[in-house]
């Protein structure tokens, strides 16, 4: 299920835009249970010849929505969740064993399918019409999206796929992948990054078996919708729902954090789940949410073909637990190549605890770009996808420090501040000015921004 939508390498100076052709080539692949085949990266931006995007094999005409930069589609492929030993894995493989063996079928077979090598590259229609979110939802945006074109994009969620896998005839399973969001850059966001969707379906005689005398409970009713549930919903259906949910989430989380663990559940609105509810626990002290889950839209399990069952879907982020889990405290250190950073997760069973032994903390070098903003529609966004582009991740973080609106022009300044360090080694000031220069000249030339460097 979707989060909530809050949630860099070497300089290479580039344009922010795609130039009119680039290929990545590769296979899409689809796993079932255990099967972990992956799209396998293989980048390689050539001289523009046609206004196309090449990926996975399949050739996507550009149009006026086209924004996937060439620093994005080279981390398309990667599928560090399917990488041996990544703490990415790690986390995966460690609640596929707890579904696996938690959750077993007549037959003894995991009742759960788990699908980790889906392409990351969907339609609007999977990553947003399936799902039920309205045409004015801000979640379409372009500013928060990588779109190849009006038609097709970069999932920005794994829930891209419950239609598909509930449609196929699935009533349990666990989706894994990389999803891609233009967001702001800070030590804990990132514009690629992994999510695992959990889906499960019941019956009428599955989820009233147990209860005592539940032979005249039914799962549906003609009713109101209110903020406790759907309109077709029975309110014992979605009790029952909700209950089985949040128990399956809280043994997940025990079972990775331990025994003691707090948790809390907040409301708040998805818009293909209700009602739904962030999950929040208490570790070492800090409240932190961890993900977003709720009752299925009943109109989606229908139209994907399973109008006799109800349902739960919930969402999680892989590094926000193996940030919470291993103490990591940069998200740019998952994509690194460090072997002082990646050999601490070679354990050799998946549930080793692992105590994250910090790298050497490099001094940061802080830069202000201050600039008039263009009259024409300009998104923040726009900027952070640049400066990743041209930065990589040797950005640590931007803010937006002042915000400035002239009294007589009513022209309005944006400066921020960019904190470069890299994870790795210490950088120079006279490579970051280059870097920082090219910021600059893109913005103007990219943005049509004007300058008060």
Partial sequence: MAMLWKFMRVAKYSKTALSPQVNVRGIPTCSRHSSSKSVPSDFAAKTPCSNTVELLGKAYPQDDYSNVTEKILSKVGKNLHNKKHHPLWLIKEQVKDHFYKQYVGRRGTPLFSVYDGLSPVVTVQQNFDSLLIPQNHASRRKEDNYYLNRDHMLRAHTSAHQWDLIHSGLDAFLAVGDVYRRDTIDNTHYPVFHQMEGVRLFSCHELFSSVKDGEGLQLFEQGHRTAHKQECHTMEAVRLVEFNLKQVLVRLMTHIFGDGLQVRWVDCYFPFTHPSFEMEINFQGEWMEVLGCGVMEQ?????????????????????????????????????????????????????????????????????????????????????????????????????????????????????????YRHPERTLTQDEVHRIHRAIEESAVRELGVEGRF
């Fill in 299 to 419: 109109q989606l399990v229908n139209s994907a073909g399973a109008k006799d069952k109800i349902g739960w879907a919930f969402g999680l982020g892989l590094e926000r637990l193996a940030m919470i889990l291993y103490n990591i405290p940069d998200i740019r250190l998952f994509w690194s190549e460090d072997e002082r950073f990646l050999k601490q997760f070679i354990v050799p069973h998946i549930w080793q605890k692992i105590k994250f032994q910090p790298l050497s903390r490099y001094p940061p070098l802080v830069n202000d770009i201050s600039f008039w903003l263009p009259a024409e529609t300009y998104s923040k966004n726009d900027f952070y996808d640049l400066a990743r582009t041209i930065g990589g991740d040797l950005i640590e973080k931007i803010d937006l420090v002042d915000e400035f609106t002239h009294p007589k022009t009513k022209k309005v300044s944006h400066c921020y501040r960019i904190i």
